[in-house]
T-cell receptor, first 114, second 112 residues
Framework: IAGITQAPTSQILAAGRRMTLRCTQDMRHNAMYWYRQDLGLGLRLIHYSNTAGTTGKGEVPDGYSVSRANTDDFPLTLASAVPSQTSVYFC?????????????FGPGTRLTVT | AQSVTQPDIHITVSEGASLELRCNYSYGATPYLFWYVQSPGQGLQLLLKYFSGDTLVQGIKGFEAEFKRSQSSFNLRKPSVHWSDAAEYFCAVRSNDYKLSFGAGTTVTVRA
């Protein structure tokens, strides 16, 4: 079934540890995005990639890094996790980012940093 | 920079009653506007979108939304709510740099 997969589904992580959240899409979409969702704040963009080989910073990029080595994968890395990074993380993708193309979302990763 | 305001944090509606969720945006140019729904523990699903043309757009699950430029609004409506419509709803605006800005969301509770 075409779509976006994220792994892990949930994770409890000790502060200071490194963690990579995985995201894979099989729709051959050019653009991919990472959001965090926090109660009362909606979704906020962390990083994005308009095409393989390029990335950009979103609204809340500090403490996170991404890479886009190919079209399908867009991992998000927390180099040294802190409790404020406790959140639900969503990966999304869209066809060429311009135009009216909507973003498709994965099921999310619930991360708790203790 | 663009922004979205959803004034209602939580709405409770009776099954079979009508529903309207408010969304106001701030953006200098013609916006691309979206409504997404999130069921508990799930990702976001697109309900409908507006980018040009008819200001009344139809979406999935019986939802519609009306774009009003003069009021900078894009309110979501459904004539008759079903229990399965209980969810969180997000309005979003897309800017010229292709990024989405989301509102804080409105939680809808449906009572029998």
């Amino acid at each position: 079934i075409a779509g976006i997969t994220q792994a892990p589904t949930s994770q409890i992580l000790a502060a200071g540890r490194r963690m990579t959240l995985r995201c894979t899409q099989d729709m051959r979409h050019n653009a991919m995005y990472w959001y965090r969702q926090d109660l009362g704040l909606g979704l906020r963009l962390i990083h994005y990639s308009n095409t393989a080989g390029t990335t950009g910073k979103g609204e809340v990029p500090d403490g996170y890094s991404v890479s886009r080595a190919n079209t399908d994968d867009f991992p998000l890395t927390l180099a040294s996790a802190v409790p404020s990074q406790t959140s639900v993380y969503f990966c999304a993708s869209s066809r060429p980012p311009q135009g009216s193309y909507e973003q498709y979302f994965g099921p999310g990763t619930r991360l708790t940093v203790t | 920079a663009q922004s979205v305001t959803q004034p209602d944090i939580h709405i409770t509606v009776s099954e079979g009653a009508s529903l309207e969720l408010r969304c106001n945006y701030s953006y200098g140019a013609t916006p691309y506007l979206f409504w997404y729904v999130q069921s508990p523990g799930q990702g976001l699903q697109l309900l409908l979108k507006y980018f040009s043309g008819d200001t009344l757009v139809q979406g999935i699950k019986g939802f519609e939304a009306e774009f009003k430029r003069s009021q900078s609004s894009f309110n979501l409506r459904k004539p008759s709510v079903h229990w399965s419509d209980a969810a969180e709803y997000f309005c979003a605006v897309r800017s010229n740099d292709y990024k989405l800005s989301f509102g804080a969301g409105t939680t809808v509770t449906v009572r029998a």
